[in-house]
């Protein structure tokens, strides 16, 4: 069956360290995969795109890989502020309407 | 610029009610997409239509219904309500092409008692 994995529901860092994020996929051929910011009460924020036939992307702090092979993204927050503090969700596009599938999330905690 | 805008906020039905969930974008996205999010998952996509008079199923359809008549709007009407469909409800638009993310709206918190 298809899944999408996000690595442990909570992660903690110090600030100033790298934060890095994990999202698996089975049984998908995504043409790209996108990752999204959620605080609590609000609804989901367009971070990131990266595209199958693209290795690495980056934005300002953020930085996202995506490994086909392994089946596989990272994003990465480097010198993390207690800002970052939010719930993180990797997508890949499976449809021709562009649907997009959510993995659960990652909820990520600066700490100062 | 508006964004996503969906109404209401909080709602509180009983078993058996029936309610629309309203949704408008002003920003001219021919795609709309409807998502559920329970506790501790993921978004689990509803419905979705790629332009007026076009819809189609997503993931979990079962106990809803859309309409897609203007590019703007794309409601989701709840028809008896269940205890199941608690859930929090987000719109979602984006523009066609694959260089785009979604623009979602702040949600709807629906509890079926």
């Known amino acids: 069956s298809q899944k999408i994995e996000q690595n442990s529901e909570a992660l903690n860092i110090q600030e100033g360290k790298t934060a890095t994020l994990t999202c698996n996929y089975t049984?998908?051929?995504?043409?790209?995969l996108q990752w999204y910011r959620q605080d609590p009460g609000r609804g989901p924020v367009f971070l990131l795109l990266?595209?199958?036939?693209?290795k690495e992307k980056r934005k300002e702090r953020l930085k996202v890989t995506f490994d086909t092979t392994l089946k596989q993204s990272l994003f990465h927050i480097t010198a993390s502020q207690p800002a970052d503090s939010a719930t993180y969700l990797c997508?890949?596009?499976?449809?021709?309407?562009?649907?997009?599938?959510f993995g659960s999330g990652t909820q990520l905690t600066v700490l100062p | 610029n508006a964004g996503v805008t969906q109404t209401p906020k909080f709602r509180i039905l009983k078993i058996g009610q029936s309610m629309t969930l309203q949704c408008a974008q002003d920003?001219?996205?021919?795609?709309m997409y409807w998502y559920r999010q329970d506790p501790g998952m993921g978004l689990k996509l509803i419905y979705y239509?790629?332009?007026?008079?076009?819809?189609d199923k997503g993931e979990v359809p079962n106990g809803y219904n859309v309409s897609r008549s203007t590019t703007e709007d794309f409601p989701l009407r709840l028809e008896l309500a269940a205890p199941s469909q608690t859930s929090v409800y987000f719109c979602?638009?984006?523009?066609?092409?694959?260089?785009?993310?979604?623009?979602f709206g702040s949600g709807t918190r629906l509890t079926v008692v």
């Open positions: 979602a638009s984006s523009y066609e092409g694959i260089n785009y993310g979604y623009t």
């Open positions: 049984n998908y051929s995504p043409a790209y």
């Open positions: 990266i595209r199958e036939n693209e």
């Open positions: 997508a890949l596009a499976t449809g021709s309407a562009r649907q997009l599938t």
């Open positions: 920003m001219n996205h021919n795609y």
């Open positions: 239509s790629v332009g007026a008079g076009i819809t």
